[in-house]
């Protein structure tokens, strides 16, 4: 019996823009700069991003970008 691989977490655009930008070792001040965000909404979309990848920091979540392709 095989178990079925668990549903794509689903990351809406701006969540992915701002996973890129961290994967690619950007902090969260740059990425706000960068995207024209306050500090507070990038963190808070951080946050999501960790509790929808099911990732406890950035590295889990770089690693997963990278296997998901988007960086």
Same mark, same amino acid.
Do not use: F
């Given at each position: ?10 990351? &809406? ?27 507070? &909404? ?30």
């Amino acid at each position: 019996m095989t178990i079925p691989n668990p549903p794509e977490p689903k990351l &809406t655009e701006r969540e992915k823009d701002i996973l890129v930008l961290s994967s690619k070792g950007c902090y969260a001040p740059e990425v706000a700069q960068r995207l024209g965000m306050c500090l507070g &909404t990038v963190n808070d979309h951080l946050k999501s991003i960790y509790r929808k990848l099911d990732v406890h920091s950035k590295v889990e979540a770089a690693v997963w970008a990278v296997k998901a392709g988007l960086v």
